[in-house]
């Protein structure tokens, strides 16, 4: 079974910056995409960037030039920099793996809150 551990949110002031992790545990065989999903109350969950074995990374407009996402394979491991920030930034981050045990999976994390506020 694979986990996410997700850390790194919290209260940031607009302009500030902010770095989340999300760290995948388990009998993992290999991931392919890692990708960071938000969720603003009253709205749906949107894809903010994701990044493949590759490290080929897209990114939503709203967050380009802004936010930069990136892996460490030898940890399991899928950060999101976020500088720059804005009030409608302000959401439950979600981090989503994909990948392989013994089979093909794919699991969310729990989820952290980023608020951008003064």
């Known amino acids: 079974q694979v986990q996410l551990v997700e850390s790194g949110g919290g209260l940031v002031q607009p302009g500030g910056s902010l770095r989340l992790s999300c760290a995948a545990s388990g009998s993992i065989f290999s991931i392919s995409t890692m990708g960071w999903y938000r969720q603003a109350p009253g709205k749906e969950r949107e894809l903010v960037a994701i990044i493949n074995s590759n490290g080929f990374t897209d990114y939503t407009d709203s967050v380009k030039g802004r936010f930069i996402i990136s892996r460490d394979n030898a940890k399991n491991t899928v950060y999101l920099q976020m500088n720059s920030l804005k009030p409608e930034d302000t959401a439950v981050y979600y981090c989503?793996?994909?990948?392989?045990?013994?089979?093909?999976?794919?699991?969310w994390g729990q989820g952290t809150l980023v608020t951008v506020s003064s």
């Open positions: 989503k793996v994909s990948g392989r045990t013994t089979k093909y999976f794919e699991v």
